[in-house]
């Protein structure tokens, strides 16, 4: 399922770059939602992976696991994004060709670390805390809730952790009907608006995907994958509600789908099964080149979206463009995953064994 929100997003990016007035008329109109699913997919992972471990295991044995998991590939997408950054010069990001290499190559540094940088940093104009990478600002945040459950969340009795998820809950519905567009949108800028966004947006699906693992029962589902998969592409893929005039009627439904849709998704895919070498392949497949393709896809859309607003070019006419953006971001992560994440991880492990 997270390869299925990870191939959304990238189509998302891909038609957002054509959208009039966004955020409300995109082709993909909630994709920026995978995100959130994917955060409440960590926690439930997180909780799956280590709840069990930790009488034979530390806090640094888990740092550890963590960074060699998920480290790697945010290098490898700091240098993507440094290797492609020049070639999004446009009109787009006009002060790209006013940026000097080393101030570059300084960012691409500091991001290696996802310690986030000021607006006084910027050398895109977005005011990204990872202007070579925008989607690092989700890993950063990803972080964050690691530390918390390493630290003192993991230690949570079921009602400290419901009473958090609460919280949560309703902090995120207060920021959903709160906002200006109805939406959970941001979270990517080093700016107290967007740091509040940022961490509403990762308390409650992570904490909420790790109580959901330690509360459920699990049931047999049969073809779990596929419609788990529908109901997760029907979710993002749902036009916007409400239009500019009852923003709120939006707030309503990303509440709704972040804090019951997609633990229920969750809940169900968690109670499938994989009885076929066919189903394995295929979902091992998903699986794997989720985050390759999350995490380095985005200095690409950067390229595509700068050429639509150069061009003013409708979607009907760059289609052909258009998937063959698609199908590179796809081979990038695939590549970077057999020719680089796997092996790096490999030897790192080997060296620490």
Known sequence: MRGVAALMVVAFHIFEAHGKKPPFDQIINHGYL??????????????????????????????KRRLIRLQPMVIMGMVIGALLFYFQDSGLFPIIHD?????????????????????????????EMHPLNGPGWSLFYEYIANIMYALFVRKFSKTALSILVFLSAC????????SPNGDVIGGWSLEPEQIHIG???????????????????????????????????????????????????NGIYESVVIILFFPLIIFLGASGEIKSKF??????????ISYPIYITHYPIIYIYTAWVVDT???????????????????????????????PVRKWINTKLA
């Open 34 to 63: 995978a995100v959130d699913f994917f955060f409440l997919l960590s926690g439930f992972v997180i909780g799956y992976a280590y709840d069990d471990r930790w009488d034979t295991m530390t806090i640094g044995n888990f740092f």
């Open 279 to 288: 189903s394995s392949t295929i979902c091992k497949f998903f699986g794997d």
């Open 99 to 127: 940026i000097p290499v080393w101030k570059m190559l300084l960012v691409m540094l500091i991001g290696f670390t996802l310690i986030p940088l000021p607006p006084s940093l910027d050398i895109r104009g977005w005011v």
């Open 171 to 178: 902090a995120l519905i207060h920021l959903t009907l709160t």
């Open 312 to 342: 003013k070019i409708p979607i009907s006419q760059a289609y052909p463009i258009s998937i063959i953006t698609f199908l590179s971001c796809v081979a990038l992560g695939y590549g970077c995953l057999k020719l680089y994440d796997i």
């Open 199 to 249: 961490f509403t947006r990762m308390m409650y699906p992570f904490f909420a995907g790790l109580l959901l693992f330690r509360m459920g029962k699990l049931i047999q589902i049969k073809n779990a994958f596929f419609w788990c998969s529908l109901m997760v592409i029907a979710a993002l893929a749902m036009p916007r509600i409400g239009g500019s005039e009852n923003v709120w009627v």
